[in-house]
């Protein structure tokens, strides 16, 4: 079946999408206070915004229990930083995808379930014709489609928003490729939707911004910011820039010019967002923990289906964990309590800087242990931030995991910023997963 949707937008008036992606016209959004605009806003049913949003009251157990058949266990290694998984695997493709963020494992495992059947439509994003870093909501219903959204982008989509366009036309079995915001919503809508199967990838996602930001800081990078084709933050604490003519540059995280950015770059949300590694996703693509190679968390037995649909497409081999964290995080957590105090970012002399990244290299975390400084120091941020500038959401929006990352950093909630706990979410539940749910 091929989605025919009502309206087509074509972004900024340019060419015609290709014909394995439909882009159907969305609503326009609600206004909300603390919002990423996942798209659930712009649907029939916008008020469940208010059981399903990441930035209301979220409650991360019963949702990992749901999803997964049980909550993240502390007592197993690497839970209480990365959610409930059953393995984890250092992996890429055999043969990495042109124009893909990192190998393209995120969009071949699309692209098989298109070619399989197991999903009729795949919900994710595409570059926005003429304005290529902005994301634009897609529904791929043919394999070759998934090319065409190979890459990250910087903002927001309001992704979830296609579920009605793909559910009108008769789409029962969905998949999305989406960042942890619009998984939660989708999660808590979900067995309202009457799918017969929802596979979902999740990719890490941090420090988002709206795109226009976005080009502020790339015109910080570079003199001619429109022949940045491509842009990651590497395990190997520099950011790697791809160009239009094909060079690739290199800029160590020390010599990035943060202290140049407005304190209001990031908006709140992705300055407090407590769920970094996309914990009620079936399988996790992203890098932080990969060593310079991907990382991928299998979550439960739909995520293993997932990872079969690749057989022997992959490399994988074990993650490995080098360095200590504890004295990097807390040099970070100093400087967001300068940032959040509204104080500028400590400069280090430029004569320093180029010292000082060639350390981080050398002796910097590594591997598991990189991303578990990286979910401390998102998990700092959160606490930090809210409390100086929204107080009253921590009661709600801080799950009580976040509270145990930040506890050897000499944070603790304070009167009023915890909500009672909850005696089921201290004890991890140990049903058994649940498999397939078709
Ligand atoms: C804003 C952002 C921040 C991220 N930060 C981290 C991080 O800190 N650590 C980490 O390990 N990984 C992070 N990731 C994920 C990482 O960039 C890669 O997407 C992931 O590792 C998959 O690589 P791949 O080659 O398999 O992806 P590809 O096969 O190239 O597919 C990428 C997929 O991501 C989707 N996508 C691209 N941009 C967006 C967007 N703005 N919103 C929603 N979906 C999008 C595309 O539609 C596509 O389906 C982030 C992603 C985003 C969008
Ligand atoms: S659920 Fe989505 S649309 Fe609704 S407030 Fe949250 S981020 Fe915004
Ligand atoms: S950082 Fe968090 S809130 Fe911001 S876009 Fe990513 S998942 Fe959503």
């Known amino acids: 079946m091929d989605a025919a949707a009502p309206a087509e937008r074509t972004g900024q008036g340019t060419a015609p999408l290709p014909p394995a992606l439909r882009a159907p016209a969305l609503g326009p959004p609600v206004p909300r206070t603390l919002c990423t605009d996942c798209g659930l806003s712009r649907m029939r049913i916008a008020k469940a915004c208010g059981r ?14 749901a999803v997964h058949g049980r909550t993240r266990d502390p007592s197993r290694p690497d839970e209480l930083h990365f959610g409930p998984f059953r393995r984890m695997l250092r992996a890429g493709l055999r043969e990495p995808r042109p124009g893909a963020q990192w190998t393209g494992i995120a969009t071949r495992i699309g692209e098989r379930l298109l070619e399989t059947g197991l999903a009729q439509a795949v919900l994710t994003v595409a570059p926005t014709p003429g304005d290529p870093w902005r994301p ?3 529904i791929v219903t043919r394999p070759e489609g998934m090319a065409l959204c190979r890459g990250m982008r910087m903002g927001y989509a309001p992704t979830l928003a296609l579920l009605e366009p793909a559910l009108e036309v008769g789409f029962r079995r969905l998949a999305l490729i989406g960042i942890p915001c ?32 976005f080009r502020e800081f790339l015109a910080l990078l570079d003199p001619h910011p429109e022949t940045i084709t491509y842009l990651e933050f590497r395990a190997d604490y520099r950011i790697e820039l791809r160009y239009a003519d ?53 979550r439960n037995e739909r995520g293993e289906e997932l990872l079969r649909l690749l057989r022997d497409e992959l490399l994988v081999d074990e993650p490995e964990s080098r360095g200590r964290r504890a004295g990097p995080v807390r040099v970070y957590a100093a400087n967001v309590v300068r940032a959040a105090g509204g104080l500028p970012l400590r400069r280090m002399p430029d004569w320093l800087r180029p010292i000082a990244s060639r350390l981080q ?35 709600h929006m801080i799950p009580a995991h976040v509270w145990r990352l930040v506890e050897p950093y000499g944070l603790q909630p304070e009167p009023g910023e915890q909500r009672r706990p909850d005696p089921a979410a201290a004890e991890p539940l140990s049903r058994p997963d649940p498999g397939p749910r078709r």
């Open 361 to 395: 290299r050398w002796f910097g975390p590594k591997g598991l242990e990189f991303a578990r400084a990286r979910v401390e120091m998102k998990a700092i941020e959160t606490v930090l931030h809210l409390r100086h500038a929204a107080r009253a959401k921590m009661k």
């Open 246 to 298: 094909g060079r690739v540059r290199f800029v160590p995280f020390l010599e990035l010019p943060l202290a140049q950015l407005p304190a209001d770059f990031f908006p709140l949300t992705c300055r407090t967002c407590v769920d970094y590694t996309n914990v009620l996703a079936d399988i996790t693509v992203g890098y932080m923990g990969g060593s310079g190679k991907q990382w991928l968390l299998v």
């Open 136 to 138: 634009m909501p897609v």
């Open 52 to 65: 399903a949003c990441q930035f209301i009251a979220p409650d991360y157990p019963a949702a990992e229990a």
């Open 182 to 213: 619009q998984v939660h919503a989708l999660r808590k809508i979900q067995a309202e939707l009457g799918l017969e199967a929802l596979w979902i990838v999740g990719t890490p996602c941090s420090d988002n911004t709206t795109t226009e930001r």
